[in-house]
């Protein structure tokens, strides 16, 4: 959904990153302020294996956080140098990256056998996800011909003389589709061509920073989404149920993005006016 909407708006990686992690950080404390109050009746006690275990897991996570570092710098280098799409940079930079962190952190032998041994097993399957996009797309370009799409591109046009109302329409927009089983990259390829007429008169970022968010948030719950399914395979649960617990969340991460969309809007023109 990221290598879409950045395709689309052509905005570049690193400067829309620092703003989605702001978010996520700033979702993340809410989240965590409401669950320390709602749960402050439960004691938790720590013993020394989990204080090992816990910084083991840091150091993974800061080396995580370095490869991620390293990973966007290479795409944002490839994109400028060949002029081509995001997602086709990481594409073409998934491997050496992959390949120099393994040799950094001496683990190519073990990184070399494991990618083999899924290179097997996964072109097995290749066949029936060819099929399976290729009834998508099908799906996507006949719907993208029918008067629906005509009726909603006028809709997104009237929206857009009002910035809060375009954004708000996007996040209903993929609420209702993720709730119809639709995948958000699947809404979102079907959303592309309904905002092209607007994307000249539309800023780049904000829209950028609703796209993502709205569509990433759909992932919390969507009953169709296989987050969701596989949370509720492992708890038992009706992936209705476990979507009905997040729908609040997911509106508030929501509400968030469209917000600091909104701000960023509002620095925009008084720098440039």
């Known amino acids: ?128 996800y060819f099929f399976m996009f290729l009834s998508a797309g099908l799906f996507v370009e006949m719907l993208s011909r029918s008067r629906l799409s005509t009726m909603l591109e006028e809709v997104f046009q009237v929206g857009a003389e009002q910035t809060l109302l375009l954004y708000v329409m996007i996040g209903i927009y993929f609420f209702v589709t993720s709730l119809l089983g639709f995948h958000p990259l699947v809404g979102l390829t079907l959303l592309v061509p309904l905002l092209q007429p607007i994307l000249p008169t539309t800023p780049a970022m904000p829209l950028s920073i609703v796209l993502i968010c709205c569509s990433l948030s759909t992932v919390m719950y969507s009953p169709y989404n296989i987050s969701v399914s596989i949370l509720a395979e492992e708890l038992n649960e009706n992936p209705y149920r476990i979507g009905r617990w997040n729908i609040g969340f997911a509106v508030s991460y929501m509400a968030v993005g469209i917000l600091v969309a909104l701000l960023i809007e509002k620095l925009s023109q008084f720098y440039n006016g």
Do not use: C
């Open 1 to 128: 959904m990221i290598s879409t909407t950045i395709d689309m708006t052509n905005v570049r990686y690193y400067t829309i990153f620092p703003i989605l992690l702001f978010i996520a950080v700033i979702v993340a404390m809410i989240d965590w302020m409401l669950a320390s109050y709602k749960y402050r009746s439960l004691s938790f006690t720590s013993t020394d294996q989990t204080m090992q275990h816990s910084k083991q897991v840091y150091q993974k996570v800061i080396q995580l956080l370095a490869m991620l570092v390293v990973f966007i710098f290479v795409v944002s280098s490839a994109q400028h140098i060949l002029h081509k799409g995001f997602l086709f940079s990481v594409v073409i930079s998934l491997v050496p990256v992959s390949l120099l962190w393994a040799v950094l952190i001496r683990r190519i032998k073990r990184y070399v056998m494991i990618v083999m041994r899924h290179w097997k097993e996964r072109t097995k399957g290749m066949a029936n």
